[in-house]
């Protein structure tokens, strides 16, 4: 998943007016509450999640589980920051973007959350999760019946092979690139060189590849194994385009769209109508209940914004919620303390785990490296995103969300001691004979990324360290930052699973193959150990001993290469109105679950 | 009555403006407060470290960070009123848990020295290019009142937000950390580039007036030199609009500074700011108004101060003009 973390919003306003007003009410209340990292448990997300399981044709065949209590009809309000500057499958990888995409577009998978809270990969126009032959190098599916595009047109194979051909094309630019990479068998951007133009100059990807025999059938061929499959088609950039219908570049703005709702009037920035598709029958699709007749989404809302309204629980209000915008730090804990609003609260974890990133091309000392994991304060890093209301200290780089999550894994003591382990960082530092070793920082100007970075160099000052601290803007940090050449020694960056599995977040950080400039690997780490049981893990076909394989890894880097330090889980919180019902966390999307909600019908 | 009249008559003695002038400013008491109150934010800014030997703290240690009982889980001051208490008299900032007393010192020491370098800086600009062009006239005053109309065309906001983050790259290698002194002088340059034009306006009119009067009209025919008639008799009898001018210039600076860090482009951190705890506050506030209570009370105290120390001045030296 992309690595854009949210940004506490800042209101721009002058200086002065707001003194003014200020000294009518110059008291405050204590914050309250015990002091800093105690009581984090009754705030602290409640559920971490099992290993998902992959559904059968019978999981697979729609109508979708009814929700308990809820009721057809009536309009969901959804307060939005960001506009989606993409609408065309093929270019949706960030999480407002996908969030929205899952209520107008449909792939070939869905992770459905039951109502027991149990998730599992169904099949969403296939008929199940996929027919896994040849030890994970060949994939089946068969598309169901009565599946339509908005425009009635049924929905074939031929629009499949249309979906995945033309995510070779040159214009494909933001979306994963994960089952094209599969179908190339190679990595980075060289699986462009199997179709370079797409389907569009009339070549097709070859049956040896691609293979569509009937028009219900697609069968994926790949050179290795590749056993997530079924969870990356579930990703929304992998959702159905119609092979008729593509505009190319124009689809981005006005797409043909196969899910229960279909976009009636977009303005970028503003607003945006989803009614529902008549075409689309709930029959076919398991995961999506598609109760409201109606979504209103208007954008624009900073966080301030948006708490403010969901707070005040007031008219169209009370029918409000949003897909990502989460509290604001100060209405926080007005919300956490009081237990009217805290009801309406949907309490979890983003994907996204932020991590210090030690560059071990050039802090080659281990010991040097180990003295900067224990003087980082996390305090000092969280506190400046919100303290519990922005995350939770992470002990590791796996996810809460991530089958497999060790709640009380904490190699270093970082969890117990989160200012900061100053004296046993001097003496390590000491005994590699390197007090004074000086370290280039770079950090954003993001407000929050500055107050972390002021901490953390704080900290290894007082450690023994000489911190050279430079700052470029937040547009250009990850360019700065990806660049396998850039002389700096640490860095902040945050990553999010693709889906729940290990395999989108060691891979892309840790594969030594895989450094070069622009890539993920942030500590530039080439471990033979960590290299080969990549291969290894990724032809494990057991979801659930994967995971445990996955976790081991993670350990063993974190302990034995020295190369990062986990900071804390980016948490995710969002209110509901009090008219809106079946709203729950969902693991898969980081996010409340927006296939469930319904509105709260008046009495008669 | 007769007394009065002695009295009157026994102090009839020759004065000079300056000292007239100062006479009737001590007879404002609005003035001799407001000049009072200047005057110690000034010894507190200049003071600040003194300040913070005495009371123990300084602004940069994260005390809230280090010691556990002092912020709650979601950073805020466990103690009521922002953490005030006997050891945090201001109490503490939120999220890095620093002491507020002290970083408001070191704030308002900051945002003087930069209003007062640019204050300086502007009227020395605006004297030079506002005599000249006033006394030279001709091409001389065409050349520099367009340069004035341009630069006061200029969208003032946006210059600052768009220039500042990019002159502080000209000066350092960006692997290299800014040291603070650059980005304090990146600040004092662009704030002083479009600061001057007013006060050189308002020079070159008053030369313009008083560079046809007899006096300068003798100097002139006696064999004065130019450099001579600007200095000796032209720069005397612009001071008081000069002084009123720049009275009201420099809480204009601070403001000005301040909004600049509260948009995020004025001092970074772990400078102590006073416009950056503005715009903290902002985010803070409905959970935490103390913490804007202390640097909002004390902005407006000083702005305030300063613009009525401004009014005084200006009636002492100018007791005609009606208030």
Redesign the interface.
């Known amino acids: 998943m992309s690595t854009r973390a949210p940004r506490r919003a800042r209101v721009a306003a002058v200086s002065l007016a707001i003194t003014g007003a200020l000294v009518l009410s110059a008291c405050s209340s204590g914050g309250g509450g015990g002091p800093d990292g105690e009581g984090g448990e009754d705030t602290a997300a409640p559920e971490t999640s099992a290993a998902i399981s992959f559904g059968d044709a019978e999981a697979s065949t729609g109508p979708a589980e009814e929700v308990p209590g809820a009721t057809p009809g009536g309009t969901v309000q959804v307060l939005q920051q960001t506009s989606p500057d993409h609408l065309d499958p093929a270019q949706i990888y960030v999480s407002h973007e996908s969030n929205l995409a899952r209520l107008i577009h449909r792939g070939l998978t869905y992770v459905r959350l039951d109502n027991e809270g149990n998730y599992t990969v169904v099949g969403d126009l296939a008929t199940d999760s996929g027919t896994v032959s040849d030890d994970g190098r060949t994939w089946t599916y068969t598309l169901k019946e009565d599946i339509f595009f908005n425009d009635g047109t049924p929905i074939t194979s031929a629009d499949l092979r249309h979906t995945f051909e033309r995510q070779f094309a040159p214009f494909i630019t933001q979306g994963p690139s994960y089952v094209q990479q599969w179908l190339a068998g190679t990595g980075g951007a060289d699986y462009r060189e199997l179709l370079p133009e797409g389907p569009y100059e009339g070549d097709h990807l070859p049956d040896s590849v691609l293979e569509t025999p009937d028009e219900r059938t697609i069968v994926f061929h790949f050179a290795e194994p590749q056993n997530d499959l079924p969870y990356a088609l579930a990703t929304p950039g992998y959702a159905v385009v119609s092979a008729e219908g593509d505009t190319q570049e124009a689809y981005d703005q006005d797409p043909v769209t196969s899910g229960p709702y279909q976009i009636e009037d977009f303005r970028s920035g503003r607003s945006m109508t989803l009614t529902r598709n008549e075409y689309w029958q709930p029959e076919t699709d398991p995961a999506r209940n598609a109760y409201p007749d109606s979504y209103e989404i208007s954008f624009g809302h900073s966080l301030e914004d948006s708490t403010a309204r969901l707070m005040a629980d007031n008219g169209d209000n009370q029918y409000a919620t949003s897909f990502n915008n989460g509290l604001d730090a100060g209405n926080g804990p007005t919300v956490m303390e009081d237990p009217a609003i805290r009801e309406r609260l949907i309490d979890g974890f983003q994907p996204y785990v932020a991590t210090l990133a030690i560059n071990t091309d050039r802090v080659t000392d281990e010991l040097v490296r180990e003295a900067i994991i224990r003087a980082v304060p996390l305090n000092g890093v969280l506190n400046a995103y919100g303290g519990t209301i922005g995350g939770q200290y992470a002990g590791g780089i796996i996810s809460p969300l991530l089958p497999g999550y060790q709640e009380d894994y904490d190699p270093f003591g970082k969890l117990a001691n989160p200012q900061g382990d100053i004296e046993g960082a001097r003496a390590l530092l000491e005994e590699a004979d390197a007090v004074g070793y000086r370290l280039n920082y770079v950090n954003n100007t993001a407000p929050e990324d500055q107050q972390a970075a002021v901490a953390i160099a704080d900290a290894l000052e007082s450690a023994g360290f000489d911190v050279n601290r430079t700052e470029v803007p937040p547009e250009t940090y990850y360019d700065t930052i990806g660049v396998v050449d850039s002389e700096l020694d640490i860095y902040r960056s945050s990553w999010g699973h693709d889906w729940l599995s290990a395999a989108t977040v060691i891979p892309p950080l840790f594969d030594g193959r895989q450094i070069q400039d622009g890539a993920s690997n942030y500590s530039h780490l080439n471990d033979e150990h960590v290299n080969s049981e990549i291969d290894r893990i990724r032809t494990i076909t057991d979801p659930a001993e994967a995971a445990a394989a996955w976790v081991e890894l993670s350990q063993y880097i974190q302990e034995e290469t020295l190369s990062f330090v986990p900071t804390f889980y980016y948490r995710q919180t969002i209110l509901h109105g009090s008219r809106i019902g079946g709203g729950v966390f969902n693991d898969d999307l980081g996010t409340i679950d927006m296939q469930r909600l319904y509105v709260i019908q008046d009495e008669g | 009555m007769s007394s009065q009249t002695e009295a009157v008559e026994a102090e009839l003695v020759g004065r000079s403006p300056g000292q007239l002038m100062w006479r009737r400013f001590r007879r404002d008491r609005v003035g001799v407060i407001s000049a009072c109150v200047v005057v110690t934010f000034f010894a507190l800014g200049l003071l600040a470290p003194v300040i913070s030997a005495l009371y123990g703290k300084d602004p ?1 240690t ?1 005390y ?3 010691d ?16 005030m208490d006997g050891e945090f008299w201001f109490g503490i900032e ?4 620093r002491d507020v007393l002290t970083t408001l010192l070191y704030g308002i020491r900051t945002s003087l020295l930069i209003a007062l370098a640019v204050t300086v800086l502007a009227v020395v600009t605006a004297i030079l290019l506002g005599i000249a062009a006033g006394y030279l006239g001709g091409r001389w005053d065409f050349f520099i009142s367009r340069g004035i109309d341009l630069l006061m065309a200029f969208p003032q906001q946006l210059f600052f937000v768009a220039f500042l ?1 990019i002159i502080a790259t000209l000066f350092v290698d ?5 040291p603070t002194y650059v980005k304090v002088v990146s600040i004092i340059l662009v704030l002083w580039a479009l600061g001057w034009m007013t006060l050189g306006r308002i020079l070159r009119g008053a030369t313009l007036a008083l560079r046809e009067r007899e006096f300068i009209e003798a100097a002139r025919v006696s064999g004065a030199s130019p450099w001579r008639i600007i200095r000796r008799e032209l720069l005397p009898n612009v001071v008081s609009p000069m002084l009123v001018q720049s009275t009201y210039m420099l809480p204009n600076f601070v ?1 000005t500074a ?2 600049l860090s ?3 482009v004025g001092l ?3 400078t102590p700011d006073w ?1 950056r705890m ?13 913490y ?2 202390f ?3 004390a ?2 105290i000083f ?1 305030v101060a300063f613009n009525l120390l401004g009014d005084s001045v200006r009636d002492a030296f100018d007791p005609k003009t009606v208030r």
């Open positions: 940069y994260r809230g960070q280090l556990p009982g002092l912020l709650n889980q979601y950073g805020y001051p466990v103690k009521p009123n922002g953490g939120p999220f890095t848990g983050p960006p692997r290299e950390e800014t403001t301040a909004a509260f948009l995020g970074t951190e772990p416009g503005f715009s903290l506050a902002a985010e803070v506030y409905r959970s935490d108004i103390t804007m209570f640097p909002g009370v902005m407006v702005v």
